[in-house]
């Protein structure tokens, strides 16, 4: 019976396989050929082994239980963007976590983006507060602890054979980073109303911060490109007053990073401003640039889809820009309240992904 079984399997194989003219021997398909290079396609996964621990699968567009940077692969993804925080309080998103999600993508032979965020929980336009090990530090004390904590991340990876192609330093750093309680310390760029504290301008400060994770991950990492991100990338005003700014003060990086989440009535206008942005940012600054962040309601895939091919079409045309990050992709099913990822309630991609595909 076993070997009648080898047998119809061996039959099988032979007749899914096409055969050579010449003397009949079987040949098989290849196997897929995945550009890993050039113009990045990038995708923030950070939630996904959180996501897996909770029982979430994904699959292909026609039904089958798969991996999902696997997946992302396929889809034309070359590139893993992944967030770190020094201590949240549930653990994910920790260094350990970081390496192990980098571990994956490395074995994909994807590129990779580590965004540091400075903080034990999200930093954005809303908040940049300083993690809790760090509060009540001096100023030498906290660029040591944003040194510290930059190459110990960057030192395990490596010794993972993981070097990262990116670093931010921050993440959506409008309103500065590293807000405390102590007004002579705090790296807010303005005056910044949350908690009743209100955050006082320090630009040395933020700008010095930016500095020290730079050379940070360059002692650790010197060929990596170091990224300050901004929120709003079709905000021209406030871009040019941040790294005015950061220029007037010294700050040391490579690239200035965007975000854009554009709705269904708005994103051709957005789309055109952050172009213009962009192409401002490097004439003005001499930097490459890159959309580190972007996004559109999930159940419009076909306006995503129109919105993501022009995104990627635009900025491919720019000589300066390095890639664009599309983030949490693989989010549905309304996944931590976020409704911005790119798949359906039954956990396969929509359209809107195959702008990546190109």
């Known amino acids: 019976m076993k070997l009648k079984h080898l047998f119809l399997s061996g039959l099988l194989l032979l007749g899914a396989a096409a055969c050579n003219d010449d003397n009949d021997t079987p040949v098989f398909p290849e196997e897929p050929v995945y550009n890993m290079s050039g113009f990045a396609k990038g995708s923030d996964v950070s939630w996904l082994t959180q996501m897996e621990a909770s029982g979430i699968r994904f699959y292909t567009a026609d039904g089958r239980d798969t991996e999902c940077m696997t997946l992302l692969r396929d889809l034309g993804f070359n590139a893993i963007r992944l967030r770190v925080w020094v201590n949240p309080e549930d653990g994910w998103c920790n260094r350990d976590d970081v390496l192990a999600k980098a571990w994956r993508a490395r074995q994909l032979g994807y590129r990779l983006m580590i ?182 309601n999930w159940d419009e895939p076909d306006t995503s889809l129109a919105y993501l091919t022009e995104l990627l079409a635009r900025c491919r045309e720019l000589p300066a820009c390095l890639g664009v990050f599309y983030w949490e992709p693989q989010c549905y099913a309304g996944w931590n309240g976020y409704f911005k990822g790119a798949f359906d309630d039954s956990g396969r991609p929509t359209i809107a992904l195959d702008a990546f595909k190109n």
């Not at 602890?145 to 930059?150: E, F, L, P, V």
Request: charge should be negative; charged fraction near 20%.
């Open 115 to 296: 965004d540091f965020h400075y903080s034990d929980t999200w930093t954005d336009p809303s908040a940049q507060f300083k993690p809790s090990a760090w509060q009540g530090l001096t100023l030498d004390e906290l660029h040591a602890a944003i040194r510290t904590h930059t190459q110990d991340v960057l030192n395990v990876l490596k010794a993972q054979g993981i070097t990262p192609e990116w670093v931010q330093v921050g993440n959506e750093n409008g309103p500065g980073m590293l807000w405390d309680t102590d007004q002579t310390l705090s790296g807010a760029t303005y005056d910044v109303q949350s908690d009743g504290i209100t955050y006082p301008a320090n630009p040395a400060n933020f700008a010095a911060f930016i500095t020290t994770g730079c050379r940070a991950a360059k002692e650790v990492c010197p060929e990596t490109k170091v990224i300050v991100h901004i929120q709003s990338g079709n905000d021209n005003s406030l871009f040019r007053w941040i790294f005015d700014l950061l220029r007037q003060n010294g700050a040391e990086y490579d690239v200035i990073g965007m975000s854009l989440y554009p709705d269904a009535d708005n994103w051709q206008t957005m789309l055109a401003d952050c172009v213009a942005n962009m192409q401002d940012m490097n004439t003005r600054y001499g930097k490459e640039v890159m959309i580190c962040e972007t996004g559109m």
